[in-house]
């Protein structure tokens, strides 16, 4: 295919501009999708509030990486995909040889291909991609829960890494898409759950996705406290997910879990950002600390199942829909923290 098309194209710091660009050519293994939606996410509105992202983006560049579509096109030697099937994409591959991804950390792969551009009516789909992290949709999956597999499947890495049990009390601090999804996740697997949030729309969410208790940080004196005394004789959280991506809400994770509990510090921070430890409550209390990155081809298709058999609904997250020529009021509204969680950007209208 030649020609042009729209697509959103990031310059800089809240520098976001709506303009036709060359429809990407696809080589061999790849192929050519036409992007039925693209959803917005946190990642996403960190690379537009900060103009870039570390291990992703340099502007000038198209960006957005939840998506699912039709294929227009398919490269030579592509085998397992035609023309016309819908498909979602993940946003990266691993390389499947290294060492990381001989030890089961595909996440961490020295040479992890990322793939952006969903804000746009097309994308190219790399080779690696298409063979390891593309996936056929069913005929009842709608595109906008297709689209949720990204997120969802780093949800479910980050429970399964921080190793919750039936029972647990799970707190989640942090009210957006992605500690949402934790709330229902961990209540779905048996865990009793407490959603620490900031927001009046955030409480009303948190209760919706099957919160017990919901903290709402404005409204307390003190949020550990808080969290302290609903759980199990107060004695503190057996998890705590960190889900904000601020130091000091790292900092609030370490102080609400209990003696031999873990904390999973699963929100990204602003590079060169750091925390202050205890050194005493962590030895004494054997306190676990971890962080959980991404996702691998495993939590892919787990979360592509849940998603398939309707225990993760798109519903329950993606509050609204505007055009591509929107995007820029779109993040400038998520930047005023409204109730919206996600919204469906649906390229060519």
């Not at 790849?30 to 870039?52: I, N, S, W």
């Not at 198209?62 to 994409?89: N, S, T, W, Y």
């Not at 929107?326 to 930047?335: A, D």
Request: hydrophobic content about 40%; overall charge positive; aromatic content about 6%.
């Amino acid at each position: 295919m030649n020609g042009k098309m729209t697509a959103a194209v990031l310059y800089g710091k809240e520098d976001v501009k709506i303009e036709r660009v060359p429809i990407p050519r696809v080589g061999d293994g790849e192929v050519l999708v036409k992007v039925q939606v693209a959803l917005t996410c946190g990642t996403d509105l960190k690379v537009y509030q900060r103009g870039y992202h570390a291990r992703m983006i340099v502007p000038p560049a198209l960006f957005g990486h939840e998506l699912a579509g039709v294929i227009e096109e398919v490269g030579p030697g592509v085998r397992a995909f035609k023309k016309g099937m819908r498909v979602v994409a993940l946003n990266s591959a691993p390389c499947q040889m290294c060492f990381y991804c001989s030890k089961h950390q595909a996440n961490l792969c020295e040479d992890l291909l990322f793939n952006n551009g969903a804000y746009a009516e097309y994308i190219r789909i790399p080779r690696r991609i298409v063979e390891i992290n593309m996936l056929a949709i069913p005929p009842d999956v709608s595109y906008e829960e297709a689209a949720m597999v990204e997120p969802l499947a780093c949800v479910l890495r980050g429970l399964h890494e921080t190793g919750v049990e039936i029972g647990d009390t799970v707190t989640v601090v942090g009210g957006g898409p992605i500690g949402l999804m934790f709330v229902q996740v961990a209540k779905a697997v048996g865990c009793n759950v407490i959603s620490v949030v900031k927001r009046d729309a955030q409480v009303q969410a948190a209760k919706h996705m099957g919160a017990h208790d919901v903290v709402q940080i404005t409204k307390v004196k003190d949020p550990v406290e808080a969290v302290r005394m609903l759980s199990p004789e107060k004695r503190g959280s057996d998890v705590v997910i960190e889900a904000v991506g601020r130091p000091e809400a790292w900092e609030m994770a370490i102080d609400m879990v209990r003696k031999g509990g873990t904390v999973n510090f699963f929100g990204g921070c602003a590079s060169g950002t750091k925390v202050q430890l205890d050194t005493n409550r962590l030895h004494y209390s054997e306190v676990t600390l971890k962080a959980t990155f991404h996702h691998t081809p495993e939590t892919v298709r787990r979360a592509f199942a849940l998603i398939a058999e309707k225990k993760i609904r798109s519903t329950d997250y993606i509050t609204g829909e505007a055009p591509l020529s929107r995007l820029q009021q779109v993040f400038h509204h998520m930047l005023n923290r409204n109730g919206d969680i996600k919204t469906a950007i649906i390229p060519g209208h």
